[in-house]
């Protein structure tokens, strides 16, 4: 999706005096009817008037926050058009947003189901039908955002309970004619997994032992995404930047984890 950009002279007779905004942007959406003005300048990076100087690379990634604030809505079929950027010798930017918002969606049938590989149902992690894991019920209008949330946490409840990988990846079919959307979201599981080895690497002005006291995690033990973010936050809690990473050895029910640590600078 690229930007246009047109460059314009100064008008030859006097305009009214105006604050000075060099460099930055005034943003004007065309065709947005159920999203506000205000709804879309709230998801973009690109500030309005006054905010700054205008970067062009920031509003090719804001073109996508702004679908992405559609989706969350129900409009799956909306088309953020190619901007038109008009800059003034004055650093003065205008931005034209077209946007065709298309239809708004509801959710027809929303169905998830865990089988084997021959096929079976499974029985549910919890012993609670993945379905009432969801918050969104059939009727209600489709969001992207709010799928990607209860789907995240199902996944996070497979991890937790030893499970490395799992596969929860929607399947959507639009009915155009009734506004429709039916998602099936098929369910599959990775095996068991263990943590091979911890490994402790950066410099952090703290011993490894008194590091690895605050993680907790034991070679051997099962792999849990929560096990893994709390042994994190103590970490951190010792004044100390965090990035854990895992790693599958040969054998894919064996991994290794590795926190690496930083000292943190004032």
Known sequence: MG?????????????????????SARVVFEGNRDLTRDDLLEVMRTDDVDAGPYDPDVLERDL????AAYYDHGYVNVKVGEPI????????????????????????????????????????????PLRERLRPRDGDWFSRKVLIEDLSA??????DEGYGSVEADPETELDPQHATMDVTI???RGPLVTIDHVNVVGDAGIPVDRLRRAIRIADGSPYGETKLDEARARVVALGVDVWVSTESNPSTTSWTVTFEVQARHP
């Open 85 to 128: 950027v008009v800059t003034a010798k004055d650093g003065t930017v205008d931005i034209r947003i077209p946007i065709s918002e298309g239809v708004r969606f509801r959710i027809g049938k929303l169905e998830i189901d865990e089988r084997d590989a021959n096929g079976a149902s499974v029985p549910p992690l919890g012993g609670i």
């Open 154 to 159: 199902i996944r996070r409840l497979y991890h």
């Open 186 to 188: 098929p369910v599959h």
């Open 3 to 23: 930007v246009t950009v047109a460059r314009v002279s100064e008008p030859s007779a006097p305009a009214p005096a105006q604050p000075e905004r060099q460099g």
């Open 64 to 67: 996508l926050l702004i679908a």
